[in-house]
């Protein structure tokens, strides 16, 4: 099953897909972790790719098409995927296209105002990359649950870099959801919803049983 994970940024897909992926036994393919790690390992990718994502722009399309063309011919995605942050343009989309049929895209769907209070209160376990909201933690210095390890802010969860984030997709990715519309493939569920609920209705839209 070849499934895309659509949605402004905080809309809760790294989370969804994850868990979704868990279940389903399928790969979860980030373009901003993958980014993230290229960044942090100083590769040539990273170092074009640090600037854009630093200032809550795109990274260009040549450099995420080309990651994600490579990655799909791994061995994992045999039985399919979820992408979770591609295609975030038309161009995008339409190179995925030209390589593989996707099945389903979940769009989640979730208003401006929550999006800038959820991102800009998100904190990342620098270790295993797990997500909290401040709101969740006791103090500022509260550890990761899972690991233990440190919780941080992303530099592009600062509250000026979320509100560019938010314009360019709204610009750029929103035309997708048109886009897959057209498909017969878009399936818009309400991400404001409870996190359990958002994924049922995604493993109901999926045909899954919980
Ligand atoms: P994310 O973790 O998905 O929010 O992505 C973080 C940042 O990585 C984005 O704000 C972009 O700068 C960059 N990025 C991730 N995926 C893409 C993509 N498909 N196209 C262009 N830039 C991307």
Known sequence: MNVIFLGPPGAGKGTQAQRVSAALGIPQISTGDILRRAIADKTKTGLEAKSY????QLVPDSVVIAIV???LTMPDCANGYILDGFPRTVPQAEALAKLQSIDSVINLDVPDAHLV???SGRRVCIKCGATYHVSMLK???DPCVACNDKLVQR???KEETVRSRLAVYHA???PLVAFYEKEGILHTIDGAQSMDTIYDAILKTLGVKP
């Open 139 to 141: 103090d500022g210095a």
């Open 155 to 157: 530099d592009d969860d």
């Open 53 to 56: 994502i630093d200032a809550g």
């Open 172 to 174: 750029q990715t929103a």
């Open 117 to 119: 209070n959820r991102l």
């Open 69 to 71: 063309e490579e990655r």
